[in-house]
């Protein structure tokens, strides 16, 4: 079976740090930029980050640069998302998503995703 899935959410208080994972099983993540997506209650889904295939292209949204960081572990098959300096208006429900391309990630938009997780939930709360 095809699927990403996606570990590590969770309660933290602002300021606080957060690692999500996002693994794959059933198929390489080689030939694959990953995407990071995030949906807060009552808000449309906005992008987050991306990194290429190779990883040696990442982007991220204004909203998180500087405190978000996009890796990915191909021998693992699984890419992370290391979250910092977390605020209240980061809480979401965070996917991960597969896009079949090798190019570099030129932004955080959505153009058709071959593969979703289905998510976890980030929430920031004192």
């Known amino acids: 079976q095809l699927q990403l899935v996606e570990s590590g959410g969770g309660l933290v208080q602002p300021g606080g740090s957060l690692r999500l994972s996002c693994a794959a099983s059933?198929?390489?993540?080689?030939?694959?930029?990953i995407r990071w997506f995030r949906q807060a209650l009552g808000k449309e889904r906005e992008g987050v980050s991306c990194?290429?295939?190779?990883?040696?292209?990442?982007n991220y949204a204004d909203s998180v640069k500087g405190r978000f960081t996009i890796s990915r572990d191909n021998a693992k098959n699984t890419v992370y998302l290391q979250m910092n300096s977390l605020k209240p208006e980061d809480t979401a429900i965070y996917y991960c998503?597969?896009?079949?391309?090798?190019?570099?990630?030129?932004?955080?938009?959505?153009?058709?995703?071959?593969?979703w997780g289905k998510g976890t939930l980030v929430t920031v709360s004192s």
């Open positions: 990194i290429s295939s190779s990883g040696g292209s990442t």
């Open positions: 059933g198929f390489t993540l080689d030939y694959y930029a």
């Open positions: 998503a597969a896009e079949g391309w090798v190019g570099p990630c030129r932004d955080v938009e959505d153009y058709g995703m071959d593969y």
